[in-house]
C-alpha cells in the first residue's frame, strides 16, 4: 500500500516501474526487505523493549511458558564467576528433583535496580537475589511477598537460623526473604611482617589499645619519612566506615524509631578512627592510600604487605588464594573496645526474594525452600567458601570447607554482638551520609561531634519524612 | 496556503511523522510527565502523592543541594572557559601551514574518541599519588624546592582540579569545529589587513574572531550544557569524592532517583538544573547578540 501510494505521487519514479519491470515476480527485492524489517521490529520488541527479556536460542523457551508441560521460573542472581556456578548447581539439582517446575536461572548485574525496574513494571522475575538491606525499603513499598504462611507451610522453622539472620529477613514482624549464604568480618593479619616488627605471629592483638601499639610498631617509613608500611588504617579497606560504632556498643538505631548516630559510642568511635589520621598524618596517610591498587589484584594492600592488619571478609581467603597462596596470614575476631563487648562483627548475608506480583508464588517457593535444606545449604555454602545461617552444621561441612579459619567467621556470627545494617527503609541514604561525615573525620575537617551532631539533625529530618510519608500511604490503604 | 503549498506540507508531514512521534512519545511525555512527577512523591512501586511545592521547598533546605550546585558551578566556570581557550590554541596552531599537519590534526582528535570509562580509569592511574606519572614529574620539580607533590584523588582541595585538567584530554571535538570555521575565513581579508599593515595579532583580533564567532558561541553554549551536566567520568573515577568534592549535580538527581527511590525530589532537582541551563544560554543569547556576526546577513 505505502509504495503503491509512493508511486502515485511520484516518490518512485513511474517510470522504472512501468517500463523495465513489467513481470510481477512474487519474491521482490522490496518484499523481501519488507519482510527483513518486520523480522527485525518483532526481535526488537521481543528482546529490548519487553523487560526481562532474555536471549537464549531455545525457541520452545522462548515463546511460552510451560514448553516442556513444567511451569517456567525465572530466577535472577547477581553472582558470576564460580559463586554463579554453584547457585547454576542447586538449580540443576531442584530441576532433576521434581517434574513440576523448572528454574532458569539469568545472571542479572546490579540486580537491585533491574529489580526495581521489573516489579514496578509489572514483569517482575519469580525469584531473584537483592542486598538484604533494601528488604525495608521495598517491603515498605510493596514490592516483596509476605513469606510468614508459604514458610508455615513448608515447614521452615525460625529456629533452625541463627538468631542475626532471622532479623535481617524479618521487617515489621514478617519475614520476606530467606537467608543462603552467609559472611561476617574479622581481623586479617600479616604473620611475615608481624615476625619482622618483633611481634609474636600467634597472638593478635584482643583490645584495640593493643590493636594501636601494635599498629605503631609494624608502620614503617623510607628515607624521606613517608610511610612504607602501615600496621592498621581504619580507612583501609574503608567499607564499612559505619560500623565502627558498633565495637564500642553504639547503634545507628534503638531498633524502634529514634536514630542515634550521635550517641556518646558514635562519638567515641570516631574519635579513635580520627586518632589515627592525627597520628600519622592525614596527608602521609591519604598519599599512601592513593598508592594501592585494585582490590581483585596481586597489588591488593594486604596481599601485598602494605597493610599488615585489616578487617576483611570471610571472601579474603579466596583472593588470597588466587593472587597470594604463600602469604602467611592469621585471623582473629576484631579486637574489643570495651571490655566484655567481645567478639562484636558485622553479619552479611545473601538472601532470596520473591516479588508481590511474581506469577507463581507458591512454586518460587518450593524452590526457596528447596535451597534451605541443610545439605543443599552446606553444599552451596562450601562452593561459595562462606558459612550457612543455619544453628545446626554437620561436621562434614567443617572438614571439607577450604577455609581453615571459617570456624572464627561462623562464631563471630552466632555472637550476641553480631551486628547487622540498620533495618530501615532509608537505609541507602543512612549509609551514604555517614561515609561521607566519616570522610569529613578522616580528613580531619571536622570534630567528631559536631559531625555527628549535624548528621543526626540530618538523618532525624530524612526518617521524619519517610515515616510521614509511610503514615500516608497505611492511612490510604485502610 | 495554496493547494500546492498545503499538499507539500501533507507530504512533508508523511515522512517526518515517525520522527515526530518519536518525539512526542520519548521527549515531549517523559518532559511532562517529570514536571508532574516533581509535585508528587513518587518511589516508582506505588502510585505518586501530589504534595504540591514540597520538593521544590525541600531543595533549599537541603544542605547537598547546595554542595552538589557549587561544585558543579565551580566546575563549569573554570572548566568551560579554560577547555574553549585551548581547543582555539590548538585550532590555530594546527590551521597553520606546516608539514605533517594533517598528522597533527589526527593525533589531537584522537583521545576524543576515547570511550568516557576507559578515559577514566586510565587517568585514575595518571593522578595516582605514590606511582602515578604525573606526580613522577611534578616530584622532579617540587621536591627540590621543599614541596611535595599534591594527592590528587585523596585531597578534596584537588579533586575538582584533578578533573578540570582531565577535560581538557577532550578538547577534539571542539578543536575540530573550530579548524572548520578557522578554514573558512576567505584569504583575501587577510590580504586586505596586511595591506593595511596590520600584524598576526591585529588580524586575529578583527578579521579571525568576528568571523568565526558563531563557532565560538556554539561551543560555548553547548560547554554550558555539556559541563553543568557532568557526570561519567568523576562517578567512575571518584563517586561523591573526600569529602564531597566530587558530588555534582546529576549524580546527585541520580541517587536521588535510582538509590534512594525519590523520583518526585530527583524530578525536581532536574527542573531546577533545566532552569538553570535555560536561563545561562538565555543569558548568554542576550550578551552576545551583538557581538556574533553572521557572514549570511545582512
Redesign the interface.
Same mark, same amino acid.
Given at each position: 500500500m505505502f509504495f503503491q501510494f509512493w508511486r502515485k &505521487?511520484g516518490v518512485i519514479p513511474m517510470e522504472q516501474n512501468n517500463k523495465n519491470t513489467p513481470s510481477r515476480r512474487f519474491i521482490t527485492f522490496k518484499r523481501i526487505s519488507i519482510a527483513g524489517l518486520a523480522v527485525l521490529f518483532i526481535l526488537f520488541f521481543r528482546y529490548v523493549l519487553v523487560p526481562g527479556f532474555r536471549v537464549d536460542f531455545f525457541p520452545g523457551q522462548l515463546f511460552s511458558d510451560q514448553s516442556d508441560g513444567r511451569i517456567r521460573l525465572e530466577y535472577w542472581e547477581q553472582w558470576t564467576g564460580f559463586e554463579g556456578a554453584a547457585m547454576q548447581k542447586v538449580v540443576d539439582q531442584f530441576n532433576a528433583s521434581q517434574n513440576r517446575i523448572r528454574v532458569v536461572k539469568q545472571t542479572i548485574s546490579d540486580v537491585n535496580?533491574r529489580f %526495581?525496574?521489573a *516489579?514496578?513494571g509489572n514483569t517482575p522475575p519469580d525469584i531473584s537475589s537483592i542486598y538484604y538491606v533494601s528488604i525495608p525499603?521495598?517491603a515498605e513499598?510493596?514490592?516483596l511477598l509476605n513469606l510468614d504462611t508459604l514458610a508455615k507451610e513448608y515447614n521452615i522453622k525460625e529456629e533452625d537460623y541463627l538468631p542475626v539472620f532471622r532479623r535481617m529477613c524479618t521487617y515489621k514482624g514478617h519475614l520476606y526473604a530467606l537467608p543462603t549464604t552467609a559472611s561476617t568480618l574479622a581481623l586479617h593479619y600479616n604473620k611475615k611482617l608481624f615476625r619482622e616488627a618483633g611481634l609474636d605471629p600467634e597472638k593478635p592483638p584482643r583490645t584495640l589499645l593493643e590493636l594501636d601499639r601494635m599498629a605503631e610498631k609494624l608502620t614503617q617509613y623510607d628515607e624521606h619519612g613517608r610511610i612504607k608500611v602501615m600496621g592498621f588504617s581504619p580507612s583501609e579497606p574503608g567499607w564499612w566506615p559505619q560500623i565502627w560504632g558498633s565495637w564500642f556498643g553504639g547503634d545507628i538505631w534503638d531498633y524502634r524509631e529514634t536514630l542515634t548516630v550521635n550517641s556518646e559510642a558514635y562519638i567515641k568511635a570516631m574519635d579513635w578512627a580520627q586518632g589515627y589520621a592525627k597520628k600519622y598524618g592525614v596527608?602521609h596517610l591519604?598519599?599512601?592510600?592513593?598508592?594501592f591498587g585494585n582490590f581483585s589484584s596481586p597489588q591488593n594492600p594486604f596481599l601485598s604487605g602494605l597493610v599488615a592488619m585489616e578487617l576483611q571478609g570471610v571472601w579474603m581467603h579466596n583472593f588470597i588464594e588466587k593472587y597470594k597462596p604463600d602469604l602467611e596470614y592469621g585471623v582473629a575476631p576484631f579486637p574489643s573496645a570495651i571490655p566484655g563487648l567481645e567478639n562484636v562483627s558485622m553479619v552479611e548475608t545473601d538472601i532470596l526474594v520473591i516479588p508481590s506480583n511474581a506469577p507463581h508464588p507458591k512454586e518460587a517457593f518450593e524452590f526457596l525452600a528447596f535451597t534451605q535444606r541443610q545439605e543443599i545449604l552446606e553444599q552451596l555454602c562450601l562452593d561459595h567458601r562462606k558459612f550457612t545461617p543455619l544453628t545446626r552444621v554437620s561436621p562434614e561441612f567443617w572438614a571439607k570447607h577450604p577455609n581453615k579459619y571459617i570456624r572464627i567467621f561462623y562464631a563471630l556470627a552466632r555472637s550476641p554482638h553480631a551486628a547487622i545494617y540498620p533495618l530501615l527503609p532509608?537505609f &541507602? *541514604?543512612i549509609n551514604?551520609e555517614l561515609?561521607?561525615t566519616y570522610?569529613?573525620i578522616w %580528613?580531619l575537617?571536622k570534630n567528631p561531634r559536631e559531625a555527628l551532631n549535624d548528621l543526626q539533625a &540530618?538523618l532525624e529530618g530524612e526518617w521524619k519524612?519517610e515515616k510521614a510519608?509511610i503514615e500516608?500511604?497505611e492511612k490510604k490503604a485502610r | 496556503m495554496t493547494r500546492g503549498e498545503r499538499q507539500n506540507l501533507i507530504?512533508g508531514l508523511r515522512f517526518t511523522f515517525p520522527w515526530i512521534l518519536g518525539l512526542l512519545l520519548f521527549v515531549l511525555y517523559p518532559v511532562l510527565a517529570s514536571l508532574y512527577y516533581s509535585l508528587t512523591?513518587f518511589? /516508582?512501586?506505588?502510585k505518586p /502523592?501530589f504534595i504540591g511545592l514540597e520538593n521544590y521547598k525541600?531543595l533549599f533546605e537541603d544542605?547537598l543541594f547546595w554542595t552538589t550546585t557549587s561544585n558543579t558551578l565551580f566546575y563549569a566556570i573554570i572548566a568551560l572557559p579554560l577547555s574553549m581557550v585551548c581547543a582555539l590554541g590548538i585550532a590555530i596552531l594546527l590551521n597553520q601551514p606546516v608539514k605533517m599537519r594533517s598528522v597533527f590534526r589526527t593525533i589531537f582528535f584522537l583521545p576524543s574518541l576515547v570511550p568516557l570509562v576507559a578515559l577514566a580509569i586510565l587517568w585514575l592511574w595518571i593522578f595516582?599519588?605514590?606511582?602515578g606519572i604525573l606526580n613522577f614529574a611534578l616530584r622532579k620539580i617540587l621536591l627540590p624546592l621543599g614541596l =611535595?607533590a599534591p594527592?590528587?584523588?585523596? =585531597?578534596?582541595r584537588f579533586t575538582k582540579p584533578a578533573l578540570i585538567l582531565m577535560g581538557l584530554w577532550g578538547v577534539g571535538g571542539s578543536v575540530v569545529i573550530y579548524l572548520a570555521a578557522l578554514q573558512d575565513v576567505p584569504a583575501h581579508l587577510y590580504e586586505a589587513a596586511e595591506i593595511d599593515g596590520a600584524g598576526a595579532l591585529v588580524k586575529f583580533r578583527h578579521v579571525t574572531l568576528p568571523l568565526i564567532s558563531p563557532v565560538i558561541y556554539f561551543n560555548f553554549v553547548m560547554g554550558i550544557i555539556g559541563t553543568l551536566q557532568i557526570f561519567a567520568v568523576p562517578y567512575v573515577m571518584f563517586q561523591?569524592g573526600?569529602?564531597?568534592s566530587t558530588y555534582f549535580y546529576s549524580m546527585y538527581i541520580y =541517587?536521588n532517583a535510582?538509590?534512594?527511590?525519590k523520583m518526585g525530589y530527583a524530578s525536581a532537582l532536574a527542573w531546577i538544573m533545566f532552569l538553570l541551563i535555560f536561563l545561562l544560554t538565555l543569558v548568554a543569547t542576550r550578551i552576545s547578540r551583538s557581538r556574533i556576526y553572521y557572514g549570511g546577513e545582512q
Open positions: &505521487n535496580q %526495581l525496574v *516489579v514496578s525499603s521495598y513499598k510493596g514490592a596527608d591519604q598519599t599512601f592510600q592513593s598508592g532509608i &541507602n *541514604v551514604d561515609g561521607s570522610t569529613q %580528613l575537617k &540530618n519524612k510519608m500516608q500511604r | 507530504k512523591n518511589n /516508582v512501586f506505588l /502523592v525541600n544542605t595516582n599519588g605514590q606511582y =611535595d594527592n590528587w584523588i585523596g =585531597d578534596p561523591r573526600p569529602a564531597n =541517587d535510582f538509590k534512594y527511590l
